[in-house]
């Protein structure tokens, strides 16, 4: 969604409030595509001394996985982002400063961007969740597996001397 912020680029104190949703349901994350939701964006763009600042705020439900257990459950995702809007920009280096282009702000690629970057590398169901077992694959939060503990093969002789009182 591109918008127009002329009309508040040189009046101090006047903003601009937007929102709309945001199709991500294309993107792969690890072979999956886990936006199947629009990812709905709010925000304001405010002229604050002669200064526009964009904040946003995108977020959704994710069909996420498990990373330990493979159990699919629902994840809500917010991300929020910020930025500095300028017509021209007098320092180079600044990552916090977009540019405009004839007064306008592309407030979908940017929530786009802040979205993707904001999702997780790793997502767990819970916070304790304790995984499968790594041997017969057994959801291991449903309660302890059937497999026999093997021992370590170091402490081998240690074990030996448990075994002869």
């Known amino acids: 969604m591109v918008i127009d912020v002329r009309p508040i680029l040189h009046t101090p104190g006047r903003r601009l409030d ?17 936006i199947s939701r629009p990812v709905a964006v709010t925000g304001v763009i405010r002229n604050t001394a ?12 994710l069909d996420a996985v498990c990373d330990r257990c493979g159990k699919e459950f629902p994840l ?14 007098q320092n180079e280096d600044s990552d916090e400063i977009v540019l405009l282009e004839d007064g306008k ?17 790793k997502t767990l169901c819970s916070e304790d969740c304790k995984g499968l077992c790594p041997r017969c694959g057994a959801d291991l939060n449903l309660g302890p597996c059937s497999c026999k503990k093997e021992q370590d093969p170091r402490l081998a002789a240690l074990a030996k001397l448990l075994d002869k009182k």
């Not at 702000?105 to 590398?121: P, V, Y």
């Open 76 to 89: 809500e995702k917010e991300v929020t982002y910020c930025c500095m809007l300028a017509e021209e920009l």
């Open 105 to 121: 702000a592309n407030a979908g690629e940017l929530a786009r961007t802040a979205f993707i970057l904001g999702m997780d590398s």
């Open 18 to 34: 937007f929102q709309f949703d945001l199709d991500l349901s294309g993107l792969e994350f690890d072979g999956r595509t886990p």
């Open 50 to 61: 002669g200064l526009l600042e964009l904040s946003l705020t995108a977020q959704t439900t």
